[in-house]
């Protein structure tokens, strides 16, 4: 079964756009690095298509790329989230608010 360009730009709209409200309305850090994880495989999604589209693979590649640099982001944001709770025993996205105007000790 082979699908229509039409309906992976569908999803990855669709992707985008659920990972955008959990970016914008929740409070949670796993949510929002899981929503920021979401947006990011949705922009892979359209690079693929639009490699599959073309003749090159100028869009095959940079979705490797980024896939290097997602895990790379994950490693640092997952260490982050780590210390967060270390200092704060909270995920809650205000607690970076308060880290912001102290030193790390």
């Known amino acids: 079964?082979?699908?229509?360009?039409e309906t992976?730009?569908?999803l990855?709209?669709?992707l985008f756009c659920i990972g955008f409200v959990g970016?914008?309305?929740r409070r949670n850090v796993f949510v929002i690095?899981?929503?920021i994880e979401l947006m990011l495989?949705?922009?892979?999604l359209v690079l693929a298509t639009f490699s599959r589209l073309r003749p090159d693979m100028g869009g095959s590649v940079i979705a490797l790329l980024m896939i290097g640099v997602i895990a790379a982001e994950a490693a640092l944001f997952l260490a982050m989230i780590v210390q967060l709770?270390?200092?704060k025993r909270s995920v809650d996205s205000d607690a970076f608010a308060d880290l912001a105007h102290r030193r790390w000790s």
């Open 8 to 10: 992976f730009f569908a």
């Open 41 to 44: 495989n949705a922009v892979n």
């Open 12 to 14: 990855a709209t669709s």
């Open 33 to 35: 690095y899981m929503s």
């Open 23 to 25: 970016v914008a309305s």
């Open 1 to 5: 079964m082979i699908f229509a360009p």
């Open 85 to 87: 709770y270390r200092k």
